[in-house]
């Protein structure tokens, strides 16, 4: 009887396909494999073997593929998420294997070769083009070489073997020393100490091998990244439950209380106990200063995994994760999906930022799933934050979190002082933005010698440009969205899908020269009025669409740090987790952005982001202040920042939400159905409406415009479903959308559950 495996393919594909083993060839699930598909070979991932008498009729695997396999958490969490984003199980894998082409693959060999200076002993065409492509001395790898120079990989042995390209091991930088658990630090305070051992003594008792659920089981209940659903579903009581598991931990500190050096205690005791340790982060780029912290603390940078680490570099440190080399990983979200050997902990930091959804291809949320991966490695995750997603707070009140707070700043220091600027009695002048209150509070700041920031989350210099002869208003051709314009690049952009024309002399519409005006302003546009009104000062400009990319960032970061500038104009881009010194005074130049939209998530998203960068204010030596430039002081989300009264805002929050069935007390999930015709696009979402049956404790709203109607040359309808929490929405949403024509043409139906906005 032959061995059938069950391959599943990193495409679009919802099932794995059966493929028999050859004779002699011993797989194993999870091992990642060569197969035919179709007239071309693939790789793909065995997710099941069975010894059936039946399979004469399919096709053979190829081979094994030289590549980490992958381990049972990791193919149950690609199961999970399948099932939890209703995206095909193929597309899931694919986040998880993201293999580069085998070239590349080969590369992980840890070897590159470059020219010796020998000539070699024979010198064919073949050679010459070789020697020619390595010219440049610099150390190649083998493949690469070969494929530049158009030759067979045999050609480039043949040049080793006679000396005239010469084999290095590449640098082996990516698989640094280990970070040392026991290097020598800075004391923990009292409070500090305490949270580490609480952290810490959780989950140390709550390492059991029954820590992993069956997810399989048909009775697991509604999914949840909490797991409650499976829980209630197994019939264990919530106590029990709570003790079996290591739950994750909300760590919830003000800002400036030292959360980072809890947490890394916490890192410490993992990398100890000889397991590997995640931490993510919302902006990787951003990071240099929070590496340099973690080599402060462990000796060494850990391993850092984002979008801007490519190719063989990608490759050896996915190998080093996979054979328990790195130690400790600090990554972007997609580092979620790393093949870990023995992960022994999971931080989320920053665990309320938006960054962590993804919301084209799969859309998925990093911090939820690093639950469900923490659940399924059996290990515990740590949220940290010092303004927590609503969500994490209801889990952490409910006892399904642990909750270790730190309610005071580290070493004594006071939250800043924040105070309200009504711009409605003590605003600006015609076409200014800084009031005057805000521009005596700089002064002072100036003549003492210390730094300020003011903020506004506006890139460029205008957000909306029009025409004052003929009132045309400057509108992106692919987006229903105004163009933003930057002065700094001469142009008018959508900051939706990046399309820009150069801001053009006379108006496009009616010819007048020169009379097109910008209306509101933008970072750029307040940091050349601070230059105005302080021209002999230092003044540093900071937005992530600034040209220089992450090294100059990196860079102006450190001069902020330093103290070298006396003026920050920013956008959130410095409103969030760096740690300025000099920084004394925080104004805010547009309170209001962001609670106008109708979008429930607004107040906790602009509570959240005022509460961070009001919150880089006095973490120094020096108290610090903010002042807060509003048009309505007594909006709930402005009065609580005043207040400084946070437990009354997510109170009060908590309460509309669940009076509103809203997440996390009901289910939500939205269908943006999308197409290059209008017409097409609601006629999809109509169809939908017509079969949508929603069961008992469901609704569904819409179709309806999406919030951006128009993106990318694509229209965009949105259905919204809204469940009672003991829905089982993932079913409800496979059932309709099974009874729904299928999408024709350029029509396309993407399923995002628990949309952030909505
Ligand atoms: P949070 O992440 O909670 O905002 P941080 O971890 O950045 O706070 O700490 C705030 C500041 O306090 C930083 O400058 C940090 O270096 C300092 N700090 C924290 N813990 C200690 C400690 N135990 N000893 C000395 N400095 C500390
Ligand atoms: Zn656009």
């Not at 293999?99 to 590349?104: F, I, Q, R």
């Not at 890192?267 to 200063?289: D, F, K, N, S």
């Not at 080093?320 to 999906?337: C, M, T």
């Not at 994490?392 to 909750?403: D, F, L, P, T």
Request: some cysteine; proline content about 8%; charged content about 25%.
């Amino acid at each position: 009887m032959p061995d059938v495996a069950e391959i599943l393919i990193p495409l679009a594909l919802d099932t794995a396909y059966s493929y028999v083993v050859p004779e002699g060839l011993r797989l194993d699930a999870g091992d990642v494999v060569q197969v035919p598909l179709g007239p071309r070979e693939t790789v793909g991932v065995v997710w099941g073997l069975a010894h059936t008498a039946g399979g004469s009729n399919l096709r053979p695997v190829t081979g094994r593929v030289d590549a980490p396999p992958l381990s049972e958490p990791l193919r149950k969490l690609v199961d999970w998420i399948a099932r939890y984003t209703l995206a095909p199980k193929g597309s899931a894998l694919a986040m998880v294997l993201r293999l580069p082409d085998e070239a590349a693959a080969r590369e992980t060999a840890r070897v590159g070769v470059r020219v010796s200076g020998k000539a070699p002993a024979r010198a064919t065409p073949a050679r010459r083009k070789v020697l020619e492509a390595a010219a440049d001395g610099a150390l190649h790898g083998k493949s690469a070489l070969a494929k530049a120079a158009g030759v067979s990989l045999s050609v480039v042995d043949g040049l080793i073997d006679d000396g005239a390209l010469e084999a290095v091991a590449v640098e082996p930088e990516a698989v640094a020393p280990p970070p040392d658990p026991d290097h020598p630090r800075v004391p923990l305070s009292d409070a500090q100490e305490a949270a580490a051992i609480e952290l810490i003594a959780g989950p140390a008792r709550t390492l059991l091998p029954a820590a992993v659920p069956n997810l399989a089981a048909p009775d697991a209940g509604p999914l949840s990244p909490t797991g409650e659903g499976e829980r209630r579903g197994s019939g264990e009581s919530l106590a029990h439950a709570e003790a079996s598991l290591p739950g994750p931990v909300l760590l919830e500190g003000v800002t400036g209380s030292g959360k980072t050096e809890v947490y890394f205690e916490a890192v410490a005791h993992c990398v100890r106990g000889g397991r590997q340790a995640l931490i993510l982060m919302p902006e990787i780029a951003l990071t240099a200063q929070f590496l340099d912290r973690f080599a402060a603390r462990f000796g060494v940078r850990p391993a850092a995994w984002h979008s801007g680490v490519g190719g063989r570099r990608r490759e050896r440190l996915r190998a080093a994760v996979a054979a328990g080399e790195a130690r400790v990983v600090v990554g972007a979200r997609s580092a979620l999906f790393l093949p870990f050997r023995h992960l022994g902990l999971i931080v989320v930091d920053e665990e309320h930022e938006s960054a962590y959804k993804q919301e084209d291809g799969v859309h998925y949320h990093a911090r939820d799933m690093a639950v469900v991966r923490g659940r399924l490695e059996g290990c515990p995750v740590v949220l940290a934050s010092a303004t927590p997603s609503i969500e994490s707070r209801v889990n952490a009140e409910r006892g399904r979190y642990r909750h270790v707070r730190l309610p005071e700043r580290f070493g004594g220091r006071r939250l800043p002082d924040i105070r309200a600027i009504d711009m409605r009695l003590d605003g600006p002048e015609r076409g200014r933005f800084l009031s005057p209150p805000l521009i005596n509070a700089i002064k002072a700041n100036l003549a003492a010698g210390e730094q300020s920031l003011l903020f506004l989350n506006r890139r460029g210099y205008a957000p909306l440009t029009l025409c004052r002869a003929c009132g045309h208003r400057y509108r992106c051709r692919n987006c229903s969205t105004w163009l933003v314009e930057h002065r700094f690049r001469k142009a008018l952009v959508c900051h939706q899908c990046g399309y820009a024309e150069p801001r053009p002399q006379a108006c496009t519409e009616c010819g007048t020269f020169d009379n097109l005006t910008a209306c509101g302003p933008g970072v750029e546009r307040i940091a050349e009025e601070v230059a105005e009104l302080f021209p002999d000062r230092r003044i540093i400009v900071l937005s992530s669409d600034f040209p220089g990319g992450a090294e100059r960032l990196r860079m102006e970061l450190e001069a902020v740090a330093a103290g070298e500038c006396d003026i920050v104009v920013g956008t959130q881009l410095v409103a969030k987790g760096h740690n300025f010194p000099h920084l004394t005074l925080v104004g805010v130049l547009d309170a209001d952005i962001g609670l106008t939209s109708g979008d429930p998530r607004a107040a906790e998203r602009t509570f959240q982001l005022l509460q961070q960068v009001t919150g880089r204010a006095g973490r120094g030596e020096r108290p610090g202040r903010a002042l807060v430039q509003t048009y309505q002081p007594t909006h709930p989300v402005i009065a609580a920042l005043l207040s400084g009264d946070a437990e009354r805002f997510y109170a009060e929050e908590v309460a509309a939400r669940e009076a509103a069935g809203l997440p996390p007390f009901g289910r939500l999930a939205a269908l943006i159905v999308s197409a290059a015709e209008r017409e097409a696009a609601e006629a999809q979402g109509q169809a939908l409406a017509r079969v949508a049956e929603p069961p008992a404790g469901a609704m569904v709203l819409g179709p309806a415009e999406a919030p951006l109607a128009l993106v990318r040359g694509r229209y965009r309808f949105r259905l919204l479903v809204k469940t009672e929490r003991n829905v089982d929405l993932q079913s409800y949403l496979r059932d309709w959308l099974a009874r729904a024509p299928k999408p024709r043409g350029s029509v396309r139906v993407a399923v995002d559950v628990d949309p952030q906005s909505f």
